[in-house]
């Protein structure tokens, strides 16, 4: 019985030994595995470095270029300025309640008059179905709701009343 228990105890430690190196292969192969992926990683991390640093190709520009209108502030509108005017209107329905909506004015700002006073005023024109419209507005007024620049014309002059004469020329256009 003696010698079966040694026996039993000698295979025993030799399937430790086994186990044990089965473990040590497996952890060398997780080991190995993980540096593989790691290297296949940055051999990515590398390719796309390399993809940043290349210059991007331009895009060709498209002739109708759709501009994004900013807002600004009253104080900041200068004639040759295509602009839109955005002004609260308060009507009342048909059956007496008030109701307000807004309505925009959109055209070229032909003078400003005031400077920075409060009652600084500026002046819009459109042609509107073949008809010359303008209206003056104070820069103080309060159902003035926003203001949204469109682009700029080149002008040398601070009043463009010349426009109002039928100029013929093409007017061009700053951003």
Do not use: C
């Not at 030994?17 to 540096?35: F, G, L, W, Y």
């Not at 006073?117 to 003056?136: D, F, L, M, N, Y």
Request: charged share 40%; proline share 4%.
């Amino acid at each position: 019985m003696s010698e079966d228990k040694a026996k039993n105890s000698q295979k025993e430690e030799k399937n430790n030994q086994t186990e044990d190196v089965k473990e040590e292969k497996k952890s060398n192969d997780n080991i190995e595995k993980a540096s593989e992926k790691k290297a296949e990683k940055t051999s990515k991390e590398v390719k796309n470095s390399e993809k940043e640093e290349k210059p991007a190709k331009k895009k060709k520009k498209s002739k109708t270029k759709v501009n994004q209108p900013t807002i600004i502030s009253p104080y900041d509108v200068k004639a040759g300025m295509v602009i839109r005017l955005w002004q609260k209107i308060k009507e009342k329905t048909p059956k007496g309640e008030d109701k307000e909506r807004l309505q925009y004015f959109e055209g070229t700002v032909l003078a400003r008059r005031g400077g920075s006073e409060p009652g600084a005023t500026i002046t819009i024109r459109k042609i509107s179905h073949g008809v010359g419209v303008e209206k003056i507005f104070p820069l103080a007024l309060p159902t003035i709701d926003k203001i949204e620049f469109l682009h700029k014309i080149k002008t040398r002059r601070a009043k463009l009343f010349y426009l109002k004469r039928g100029y013929k020329k093409r007017l061009k256009k700053i951003s």
